[in-house]
């Protein structure tokens, strides 16, 4: 149980598109989500809080207008990375709350994006 | 503000044999969690153990158990009968009940000899 997953696990695209990235929990319903960005060696760095129905809550730093959220469903949020730079590529990696596992985050395999 | 602390950046260990990777955090709050993830190279995120601060007895899962210390604030966790396949970095991760905000440790990489 607790699995989330997420989609693409890799993408390439040319500098000045938009990219979506798809995470989902599979087994469980998912009020809160967050979307982490990993740097190689290094630990993850907190984006953002997805809620279920409501605006996205971004980190100190964290461009809200170039990394759109949308958590439209309990068990789906979605990254739109707008207008992506090669400075944007990186690892992007989302979580789910499960609140029937003592609120323990699950992860997403993970999603490479790198741009051109 | 909360830290979690993870002062060995590499480990290793000879397969079959046992290992401690050291995590401390720093916290005002009385009620909270405390986590171990392993991240192979895959990069996928795997839950280790979990262990909920207003239980004294130490978590244990398989091969892992803790050793939570509530009063020094630390939270090891230790690998018996080691694998090839528990190499990996290991992170070390709080969050208080009043929110759902990880705080990660640095990590600790974990290497492991045959």
């Excluded at chain 1, 997953?5 to 990219?19: A, D, E, N």
């Excluded at chain 2, 803790?66 to 604030?73: E, L, R």
């Amino acid at each position: 149980g607790a699995v989330v997953s997420q989609h693409p696990s890799w993408v390439i695209c040319k500098s000045g598109t938009s990219v979506k990235i798809e995470c989902r929990s599979l087994d469980f319903q998912a009020t809160t989500m967050f979307w982490y960005r990993q740097f190689p060696k290094q630990s993850l760095m907190l984006m953002a809080t997805s809620n279920e129905g409501s605006k996205a809550t971004y980190e100190q730093g964290v461009e809200k207008d170039k990394f759109l959220i949308n958590h439209a469903s309990l068990t789906l949020s979605t990254l739109t990375v707008t207008s992506a730079h090669p400075e944007d590529s990186s690892f992007y990696i989302c979580s789910a709350i499960d609140r029937g596992r003592a609120d323990t985050q699950y992860f997403g395999p993970g999603t490479r994006l790198t741009v051109l | 503000a909360q830290t979690v602390t993870q002062s060995q950046p590499e480990m290793s260990v000879q397969e079959a044999e046992t290992v401690t990777l050291s995590c401390t955090y720093d916290t005002s709050e009385s009620d909270y969690y405390l986590f171990w993830y392993k991240q192979p190279p895959s990069r996928q995120m795997i839950l280790v153990i979990r262990q909920e601060a207003y239980k004294q007895q130490n978590a244990t899962e398989n091969r892992f158990s803790v050793n939570f210390q509530k009063a020094a604030k630390s939270f090891s966790l230790k690998i018996s009968d080691s694998q090839l396949g528990d190499a990996a970095m290991y992170f070390c991760a709080f969050h208080a009940y009043n929110t759902d905000k990880l705080i990660f440790g640095t990590g600790t990489r974990l290497q492991v000899f045959p």
